[in-house]
Structure formats: C-alpha cells, structure tokens
C-alpha cells in the first residue's frame, strides 16, 4: 500500500488562474465597501418586501451546505475508524473552516446595521430558529479553528525561527505549541464530535427559517419537513463537495489524484442521493403539490432542473461502476450534485420566496454578484495560500521531505 503523508505544497502561488481570481477578488471588495460606507441600497435591489437575496440565498444557506464536507468526513474518518479516508479529511477540514468563515462574514454583511452581529452572543432568545443557527454557525466556526490547530502546531513545532531579539523567544514560543499539540491531541474527540452535532442542528435549522415564511413561499418547497430536507441534502451534498475539492487541487498542483479512495467514498453517494429523492418526491405526493409542476413556468422549470440535473441524473452517474472509477466522471456527477444543492438553496430562500405584497420582482444587482463571485474568489485564493504553507494535502512519503523544504519559498516567490 503507498503511504502518503500531509506536507505544504511546493508551488507558486501567484499564476495567471490566482491573477484572474485576485482581479474578481478586488472587485467585489470594491463594491463591498461601498455597501458598508452608503448603506445596503447603494449596491444592492433589497427592498421591504424582498428583505434578502442572493447574499443569504447563495453565500450562507449555499454555503452552509457546501461546507458540510468537514463534518461528513470527519464523522467517517475519525467517528466511524475508517482510516482510509484519512488523507481527505484534511482538505475537507479547510475546506469547511473558509466555508464557514465566509458563511458568518456574508451574514455581517447581509444585516442592515452589520456592526451589530455580536448581539445574538448576550440576546439570548430560545423561541427563535435564527438564534439557534446563529449560535450554532457560531460554536463550529469556533470548532473548525481549534481542528486546525494541530495542523498549526505540527508545521511550526521544531521550527520556530524567529529573526533578532525576537530570537529568544523561540524555545519558549515551541514550548507553548508542543504544549498545545499535547492537549489538543488528548481533547480532539470531544471538539470533532460537537463539530457533528452542531453541524447537523444548524443545517436543519436553516430549513425551519423557510417555514415560518408561511404562505409567502410557494407550495413546492413549503413544506413541514423543510428542516429534514435540508439535513439530508447537505449530508448529500458533503462527499462530492470533497471529490470535486480533491480532483480540482490535484489538477491545480499537478498531482496525481487519489482516485482510489475517491472512487470509494463515492459509494456513499448514490444511497445518499437516493434517500434525499425519495424525501423530496414522497412530500410533494402526501401532500399533492406535484400538480404545481403541470404548470408550464419558471417555477416548475427550475423545480425540475432542481431534482432531475441536481438528483436524479447524478444519482445514475454514481450508480455506475465506470463513472466511480473515472476522475472525470467522479468529477462531472460530483459538479452535479452541488449545482443541484446550490439550486435547492437559491430556490427555496430566492424562488420560492414570493411577499404578497411585491411591486415587482427581485432581480439581484451588480455589486450584489461581485461580492458574491469575490467571497468565492477569496476563498480559492485562502486555500491555495493554506495548503501551500500548512500541511493540507497528503502526498507520496518520498515526496514528502523534499516539499516540505521549500513550501514557505513558493508563497515568496
């Protein structure tokens, strides 16, 4: 068996790829910091009647999902011992730690008065679906910082440098780390299994939002088990968002994919999906709403692009012995899959969303793409920053040594 081992990669950061995304990047911080100078009506269409948009839609409920990966893996690797998986657990810890991170900055932004966002931490109020999942969003960002650390420690132990009069403070600063590697190693189990339970409170929690809503949402995805749906599409959701991360840094690097384990954890998929489709499609049968769908409109439409292009299709695909076997086939279902969540998300909290009392209808504006596509592109650009430095991605043992030497000159260079 080739054993691999997690080391900082050694390449560049800056390509003509990271240039095009910083440029996506500055632009959408530009717009952003005109909507915190001149208010949220100076870059984006939110009004009264249409509150939020894609801000919340896409960059937190989406987001959320997509960030499900870290909890997914590490209930897998770590909660159920398959030690197999041990080398994607890492990327899917990042992964899920920019998620969420993005996911709670998206949020201050979204808010009208954003400076204000501390408050759920001391305005404890039991009876609200958004204190939960703010509190929870909360504790596992917290959660994902401290599963980082022993990544921290483990590049910095032995090899605290620090320049000048600084220099005395390297034994004690190296100290402190094994100290906190020690401890952290004794505590881990406890923090990945909050990490779980949070994980699967917030993800359902965001679906009992949409019910309040009420008669404001359109039958097709107004439903009382909005908050399962929610939970089984964002386990759903967590495994190809893995696969699609790890066959997009392989190319990115230049490293061989890990085809066998991906091909592995797809197996999971396919039941997943399955299990998801009959959900969905058994509540719009109990409750009669598929007569929606004889309707020929942009609602039907985008339900049926939702389920057949973002479920049933990839479903197939993951049921082939061919597709599980092929990076690119693992890859296009695994697009799939999260294009399907991402249209589930935008449908629910955008779609679906119609206020009796709308003018006209909700559109989102410029500034409100750009940022969108800049928190993306920031994202890209932290996790090639990360893994270059930290060790993130698992490689060949003879590989190793001689990466690890040089990983800090790549960012320089």
């Known amino acids: 068996m080739n054993h691999h081992k997690p080391t900082p990669i050694n390449k560049k950061f800056f390509t003509p790829g990271t240039i095009a995304l910083s440029l996506i990047a500055l632009t959408g911080i530009t717009f952003l910091m005109g909507r915190f100078l001149f208010g949220l009506g100076a870059v984006t269409n939110l009004n009264d009647q249409f509150p939020w948009g894609i801000w919340i839609g896409l960059d937190v409920a989406a987001g959320v999902a997509l960030a499900a990966g870290g909890f997914t893996t590490a209930a897998l690797g770590h909660i159920m011992h398959r030690d197999k998986y041990e080398t994607i657990i890492r990327p899917a810890l990042l992964t899920a730690m920019l998620g969420y991170t993005f996911v709670a900055l998206s949020v201050s932004v979204d808010i009208g ?10 305005m404890w109020n039991g009876n609200s679906a958004l204190f939960e999942v703010g509190i929870c969003v909360m504790l596992y960002v917290s959660v994902l910082y401290i599963e980082f650390l022993p990544i921290v420690t483990e590049r910095f132990m032995g090899k605290v440098n620090l320049p000048g009069i600084l220099s005395k403070l390297n034994g004690v600063i190296d100290k402190l780390l094994r100290a906190l590697d020690r ?65 997009s840094a392989s190319r990115s690097f230049g490293l061989k994919p890990e085809t066998e384990v991906l091909s592995s954890l797809s197996r999971f998929i396919a039941p997943l999906l399955g299990i998801y489709l009959l959900g969905k499609l058994g509540d719009i049968v ?20 939702e389920i057949i292009v973002g479920v049933v299709v990839p479903l197939r695909m993951f049921l082939s012995a061919d597709v599980r076997k092929s990076p690119t086939g693992l890859f296009i279902a695994s697009m799939l899959v999260i294009f399907g969540v991402l249209m589930n998300r935008f449908n629910n909290f955008v779609t679906a969303y119609n206020p009796p ?6 559109f989102p504006s410029v500034g409100e ?33 001689a990466n690890t030497k040089y990983a800090i000159r790549g960012v320089l260079k």
């Open 113 to 122: 008065r954003w400076y204000y966002i501390w408050h759920p931490l001391i």
């Open 183 to 247: 401890g952290l190693d004794k505590t881990m189990f406890v923090f990945i299994i909050a990490g779980v339970v949070l994980s699967c409170l917030h993800q359902s929690s965001l679906g009992t939002l949409m019910i309040i809503a009420g008669p404001k949402m359109h039958p097709l995805w107004q439903t009382p088990i909005l908050p399962l749906l929610f939970l089984l599409s964002a386990i759903s959701v967590g495994f190809p968002m893995v696969i699609a991360e790890s066959l």
């Open 286 to 305: 109990i409750r009669e709403t598929f007569v929606y769908l004889t309707e020929f409109n942009s609602i039907s439409i985008l339900f049926g692009i």
């Open 357 to 362: 009392y709308a003018i006209e209808a909700y």
């Open 369 to 401: 793409i750009f940022v969108t596509l800049g928190f993306v592109a920031i994202e890209i650009l932290l996790y090639r920053l990360f893994v270059i430095i930290f060790p993130v991605i698992s490689i060949p043992v003879s590989k190793a040594y």
